[in-house]
């Protein structure tokens, strides 16, 4: 405290972690004192009072007195672990607040958040109509973290704009949303986006399809909201999707643009929502596809008709992609089941197998027959591979191997 008072009118940055009861420094009453007679000139305030072991009157006692003026405020960092706990906050100057498992006050009539950059609320219990309220206050947002476990619903079981007057968040890059997917469609429809660099939605089902139709309308809105075409795209559980401006594709490493996450009571919900969002999405401009989920024949169909996929990954789904790839060069039973049409996949240059267990049969054939056959006859067709890449498969020799290179330009066996 003598450090406090030797600092006269010069700007304070306070962090504090695990205020306990039994605390022999007595920092209760050097936070206590801070807060009541020095908060006018606080720039930075962090505490972190998650311990179950915290005094939990302290700490309202102690949350209650941000809410007094704190005109030097900039950041605001508070963690507790009561989520009842409210805050109010008094800074027109603050850039900053992350508050978990603590609510911001209800009454949004004195507040004042013109100037904040970065908004993060971890367990956020509130309706969406609340956190919509202090998104109107937020002109210059850059970066925007919502987590709840709240499944907000809307009435009926389909989409339609409800937003005359959206909020323009025109400043905002990067999105992060743990929420319902009702509730998400409904909070994204109410906002603006003109500059958002990523995006990632996590969101909860309901235990029937009622929800699956919302993730149709969040795809959409996510992608028209992010300048750029998708250029790479990664099918596992998730939808994780790479925008660019430009013909090049996304370097390694890059975070995706765009990360949908369906959780549901079930695999068939949670891969009804997956492909939906999938199917909302603009995929013209797709050239990269790495594919670690299973697929539904539907899915099947909207990949093989993409005009500028070049380069292919997958893992598993050995009978399911021959299948495809033989759509429009044959028409056999043991072909396609998908509806006879031109080539599929035109433009596919480069594809690697990952894990593929080339002894296996179906229909009698072995699935590296399957293979040779039906990359044979995209040869012929004019569809011929640049590079086939083995990676992780079993079930061939090394004869099987030179045989191999007869059909596409280069192999390589990993």
């Avoid at 956020?124 to 109107?136: C, D, V």
């Amino acid at each position: 405290m003598e450090m406090v008072r030797r600092s006269k009118a010069a700007p304070l940055i306070i962090k504090y972690c695990e205020l306990d009861e039994s605390d022999p420094a007595d920092s209760y009453t050097v936070l206590n004192e801070i807060l009541c007679h020095h908060l006018s000139r606080v720039k930075s305030l962090d505490l972190r009072l998650h311990s179950t072991r915290t005094n939990r009157p302290i700490v309202c006692k102690l949350l209650a007195l941000i809410g007094q003026p704190a005109p030097m405020l900039e950041c605001l960092y508070i963690e507790s672990f009561d989520p009842t706990v409210e805050i109010v906050v008094c800074s027109s100057r603050l850039q900053h607040l992350t508050l978990s498992r603590c609510r911001l006050t209800r009454n949004l009539e004195n507040t004042d958040f013109r100037n904040l950059r970065s908004l993060v609320i971890d367990f956020y219990k509130e309706e969406t109509a609340h956190l919509l309220g202090i998104l109107r206050q937020t002109p210059f947002l850059e970066r925007l973290r919502v987590e709840t476990n709240m499944k907000a619903t809307l009435p009926g079981g389909t989409f339609s704009p409800q937003t005359i007057h959206p909020i323009n968040l025109e400043y905002l890059e990067s999105f992060v949303l743990v929420y319902g997917l009702p509730g998400s469609v409904s909070l994204l429809d109410s906002i603006a986006f003109s500059n958002l660099k990523n995006a990632q939605i996590s969101t909860n089902l309901f235990a029937d399809e009622s929800s699956i139709p919302f993730a149709e309308a969040l795809g959409r809105k996510i992608d028209d909201s992010i300048e750029g075409s998708i250029s790479r795209l990664r099918l596992t559980s998730n939808v994780l999707c790479w925008k660019t401006k430009d013909t090049e594709l996304p370097a390694q490493g890059l975070s995706p643009s765009i990360n949908g996450c369906f959780a549901g009571t079930s695999d068939y919900l949670a891969d009804g929502a997956r492909d939906r969002f999938l199917q909302s999405l603009r995929l013209d401009h797709l050239r990269s596809l790495d594919i670690c989920a299973k697929l539904k024949d539907n899915i099947w169909t909207l990949l093989s008709d993409l005009p500028r996929l070049k380069d292919l990954r997958i893992l598993g789904n050995g009978f399911s992609l021959i299948a495809a790839l033989n759509s429009g060069l044959v028409d056999s039973p043991d072909a396609s089941p998908l509806p006879l049409k031109g080539p599929s996949f035109v433009s596919l240059r480069n594809l690697t197998i990952v894990e593929w267990k080339l002894y296996e049969f179906n229909f009698g054939t072995t699935l590296f027959d399957f293979m040779t056959s039906s990359l044979g006859l995209r040869k012929k067709a004019g569809l011929s591979l640049e590079l086939l890449q083995l990676q992780d498969c079993r079930g061939f020799c090394r004869e099987d191997f030179r045989g191999l290179k007869k059909i596409a330009k280069q192999v390589e066996w990993m």
